[in-house]
């Protein structure tokens, strides 16, 4: 319940910031010949005339339909739009995800194994470098390098596998600094907890320790952060995208932004709300399946 109150608030917020907006929506989607008395029929035809209060009512019911609007900019429907832009944001994001979680969850673990060593300074340093650095300039820089002075790789497009290697570096290198340090902090938490000195105590084998009993409580939170970001692959990353000139939602969501194509704004960001919503429940869960505490508070302990 608190969910879909929240779905509501968003969308309200979201309908209520497009409108504000400066300028005039029909500006944008016609000629500056066309007359006045045209652009008020437009404006007529188009709702935008009524009420703020009415006009919200009226796309709320359309959405509750499945109706999201037509875009102003591509005269086409809104979500006939988002379906043929998703697969591409999920391949970029969903590749980009599954390979940080693969290089950065092993590493965070190594590094709070080997605290204050050598491997762990380096490691942590340099993603923090990474973080710091932003996409766009890295994007830059690997497209100077691996595709202008080496010729390995495409500059842009989607039609080969060849084309996503750089975006998908590009995002997995710039994300996988945070996912490092959380995984080292709350491995090094788990290592003070008293289950860990038990199954040291009752000779379990270092390798069973670290994978079953530390790893596993550690992703606790991991797993929250991963689940937070499972939205963000519909829209997917705009500057990336953007750049790299691949057709995904974040460049659909850009473009309809520049040119006030609020129709496509309000579909693209109100999804967003409603995944976040879903994955913050399905989080949840999961953390329910791997931290028996949870469930027991959410149970009432012993009842």
């Known amino acids: 319940m608190q969910g879909l109150l929240l779905v509501i608030c968003v969308s309200f917020l979201v309908f209520s910031l497009m409108y504000m907006m400066p300028g005039d929506p029909v500006d944008m989607i016609v000629d500056r010949k066309v007359s006045e008395e045209r652009k008020a029929e437009i404006a007529h035809e188009m709702g935008y005339d009524q009420p703020f209060l009415t006009q919200y009512k009226n796309w709320a019911t359309d959405v509750l339909h499945g109706d999201f609007g037509t875009s102003t900019r591509y005269k086409s429907d809104v979500w006939d739009l988002m379906k043929q832009r998703i697969p591409y944001s999920l391949t970029l994001c969903v590749w980009s995800l599954i390979l940080e979680l693969v290089i950065a969850l092993p590493l965070g673990l190594l590094c709070a194994i080997k605290k204050d ?28 390098f ?134 913050n429940l399905l989080s949840d869960i999961v953390m329910g399946f791997l931290d028996p505490r949870i469930r027991l508070s959410l149970s009432g302990g012993d009842n």
């Not at 060593?117 to 100077?144: E, K, M, Y």
């Not at 750089?166 to 090094?188: C, D, N, S, Y």
């Open 146 to 279: 691996f595709s202008v002075q080496l010729g390995w790789l495409p500059i842009s497009g989607y039609a080969q596998p060849a084309n996503w290697v750089l975006p998908i570096a590009v995002t997995v290198l710039t994300g996988m600094g945070g996912t490092l340090r959380i995984t080292k902090t709350e491995v090094l938490e788990v290592f003070n907890e008293k289950y860990v000195t038990t199954a040291y105590a009752k000779g379990l084998p270092k390798k069973t320790v670290m994978i079953k009993h530390v790893l596993r409580n550690s992703l606790i939170l991991v797993t929250t952060l991963v689940f937070m970001s499972i939205p963000w692959l519909i829209s997917g990353a705009v500057i990336i995208e953007k750049i790299f000139g691949l057709p995904g939602m974040g460049n659909l969501l850009l473009n309809s932004i520049i040119v006030q194509d609020m129709p496509v704004v309000q579909a693209v960001l109100l999804l967003i709300a409603i995944l976040t919503v879903i994955c």
């Open 117 to 144: 060593g050598f491997f762990d300074r380096f490691t942590v340093n340099f993603s923090l470098l990474l973080t710091a650095v932003p996409s766009f300039w890295l994007a830059a820089l690997f497209i100077l």
